[in-house]
């Protein structure tokens, strides 16, 4: 590997997740990371993100001058010169100068898995932000061509480097609880009344759970193990998957609700190879919490997250309720840790410059849609478990009735797991 080798990005979409979030974490990244371009086709969003960008950029020229590294300074004024916008993922795949080998996807989940696809059949790298489709059925085209074009994609799930989650991570792995046997991982607030797309399916695919709680999904399945396999899938009483604040300002109007703001379901995650097997609660809410505050569950003691002194802490009790560890959550010891972005971001980098996958596949990320279509299910099923394969052969045969027209195949499972609330 060339220690001095930077990879060429193309952002893909410059929203408020990408400015606000990737884009940092890529300036921070800039003696491995060169973006080259961004793609939007709104001059709104080109001329903010073209000030953000030069903000970040002059800020670190300036840190660099005051440490007389000239070599950062070149590199950095070079990259603010020489950055491109374009209004169509076209014009980066007619690239010759500079032409870039990843895509960071940030759009709305609508064009997710089109321009994902569109992107690995141009010969790019992928990573793409959550969730990797507006559906399920999408999500397996993804998978298709990622083995036909045999480019890296990764599914970007940001909680898998985040201090809290990677420090329970170590501890968990560490045996410190013993089998872990349980966690409730919640990820709640008041809703996104602000962005009106957030509530419309034909851009997201579905509501909270989709949106806010695939996150908890990913990083509960990170920390029970990767190796394990999520396989029944329950909506949890008394919630389930349902609309409970069904009246909500958007767009300057009050607008009824027709996505799930609160989701309450159960995931169990299996090892053939060992028999373990974890249960997690998740909750994903845009009606604010509910449930039991974040904790991990083992046979011989628990983890809980505590705040104290304005440091984070994981703290370990055993079994008579003694503190046996407490650790301050961090990222990778030894390194610079804005930010879990940051972590992500690295991640598919350093996985470009050793030619090696991540693990954060499209299989991973289409396994964690899987499960949120699976408590659609289960709720429309009167909150039955619902295994993963009886999800899958669900969707497949919704699939089956569009022979020649995946688009409305899409739609249709989209409405059919939807009715699950909206029927209520």
């Given amino acids: 590997m060339d220690p001095n080798r930077r990879v060429k990005v193309a952002a893909i979409g410059t929203g408020g997740i990408f400015r606000g979030a990737h884009l940092p974490a890529h300036v ?7 973006i080259v371009a961004f793609v939007d086709p709104d001059p709104i969003a080109q001329e903010l993100v073209r000030k953000r960008y030069t903000d970040l950029i002059e800020t670190k020229v300036t840190a660099a001058r005051e440490r007389g590294d000239h070599d950062s300074v070149a590199r950095l004024e070079s990259d603010l010169t020489n950055i491109r916008i374009f209004e169509d993922i076209s014009q980066v795949i007619e690239m010759t100068e500079d032409r870039p080998e990843l895509l960071d996807v940030c759009t709305q989940p609508v064009l997710h898995a089109p ?5 690995l059949e141009a010969g790019f790298h992928v990573m793409c932000e959550k969730p990797i489709s507006r559906s399920w059925l999408e999500s397996q085209r993804v998978i298709e061509t990622v083995k036909k074009t045999g480019q890296f994609y990764q599914h970007n799930e940001n909680w898998l480097f985040d201090p809290d989650y990677y420090t329970v ?12 046997i349980a966690m409730f991982l919640n990820q709640s607030h008041g809703g996104p009344e602000g962005n009106p797309r957030f509530w419309n399916s034909d851009f997201g695919g579905g509501g909270a759970l989709l949106d806010n709680g695939i996150h908890a999904i990913g990083a509960a399945w990170f920390i029970t193990g990767l190796e394990k396999t999520p396989t029944y899938v329950k909506a949890a009483q008394p919630f389930g998957m349902s609309i409970r604040m069904p009246n909500r300002i958007i767009e300057g109007r009050y607008q009824k609700v027709t996505v799930d703001d609160d989701a309450h379901i159960l995931i169990r995650f299996e090892d053939q190879t060992n028999n373990e097997w974890s249960t997690a609660h998740i909750e994903g809410s845009w009606s604010e919490k509910d449930s039991a505050d974040t904790c991990y569950i083992g046979s011989t003691g628990r983890i809980d997250m505590v705040n104290e002194d304005g440091k984070r802490f994981a703290v370990v009790t055993d079994s008579n309720g003694n503190v046996s560890r407490k650790l301050r959550v961090s990222g990778s010891n030894w390194q610079h840790w804005p930010s ?8 598919m980098v350093e996985c470009i410059r050793v030619n090696q996958q991540s693990l954060m596949t499209a299989q991973f990320g289409a396994d964690c849609s899987a499960i949120v279509g699976a408590s659609y299910l289960s709720e429309k099923q009167g909150k039955k478990p619902v295994h993963l394969d009886e999800f899958k052969a669900f969707a497949l045969d919704i699939a089956s009735k569009y022979p020649n027209d995946p688009t409305s195949a899409d739609n249709a499972l989209v409405d059919a797991l939807l009715s ?5």
């Fill in 340 to 347: 879990s972005f940051y972590g992500e971001i690295q991640n």
């Fill in 420 to 424: 699950a609330v909206r029927e209520k």
């Fill in 169 to 180: 991570k170590k501890l968990v792995d560490a045996g410190s609880i013993g089998e872990l």
């Fill in 28 to 34: 921070e990244l800039n003696e491995k990371v060169n």
């Fill in 115 to 119: 321009l994902s696809i569109q992107g």
